[in-house]
């Protein structure tokens, strides 16, 4: 598909068929990652794969109430990994990496038929702790993955000009 028609009908999934997400699929989203642009190419990012309903489950307790993510078969914990980046104030580039990292995630999935959500209600720790997380790695976002068991009605967006500035 068409990369800005992709954008356009990308929706956030929340419902999943139980089918898992095809390895060769997976790998092709982890590919996509690798291509992101990050700060220095420090790639400060690292990614978790969880699979499996007691990971999955677990993964849900350590959100803000999102019980339908253990419903999803497959999801990525994308990580700051701060100590890659070697520029000063390296949580903040990490963070931007991190973000890319997920949202090319995000989009790649949906490229591939699948759908996926970003979560970022969760408790870093606790998630940490679900994934067993390296030292210093802490999770920004939790990306749920699989077939759409739903077909979800587009949010409403501001136009253009509600957030376009003209710099005179
Ligand atoms: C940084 C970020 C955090 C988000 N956190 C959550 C979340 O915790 N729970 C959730 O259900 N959706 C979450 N979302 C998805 C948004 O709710 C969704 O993108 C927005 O409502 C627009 O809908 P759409 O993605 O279908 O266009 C998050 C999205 C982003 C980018």
Not at 38 to 54: C, D, H
Not at 158 to 165: P, Q
């Amino acid at each position: 598909m068409e990369f800005l028609q992709l954008l356009h009908q990308r929706h956030s999934v929340r419902r999943y068929q139980p089918q898992p997400v095809p390895q060769e699929l997976v790998s092709q989203i982890l590919e996509a990652i690798r291509t992101v642009p990050t700060a220095g190419n420090f790639q400060a990012y690292q990614v978790y794969v969880v699979r499996g309903p007691e990971r999955m489950q677990q993964l849900a307790a350590a959100t803000f109430d999102h019980g339908w993510v253990a419903q999803a078969p497959l999801a990525l914990v994308i990580c700051t990994d701060a100590a890659r980046c070697q520029y000063d104030g390296p949580e903040h580039w990490a963070l931007q990496d991190a973000s890319i990292a997920t949202t090319i995630a995000h989009m790649a999935a949906a490229s591939l038929g699948l759908g996926s959500c970003w979560v970022g209600a969760f408790v870093p720790q606790k998630l940490a702790e679900v994934i067993h997380a390296a030292e210093g790695y802490i999770p920004l976002a939790l990306l749920t993955i699989g077939y759409a068991d739903e077909q979800p009605q587009s949010m409403p967006r501001r136009d253009v000009a509600e957030f376009v500035h003209e710099v005179e």
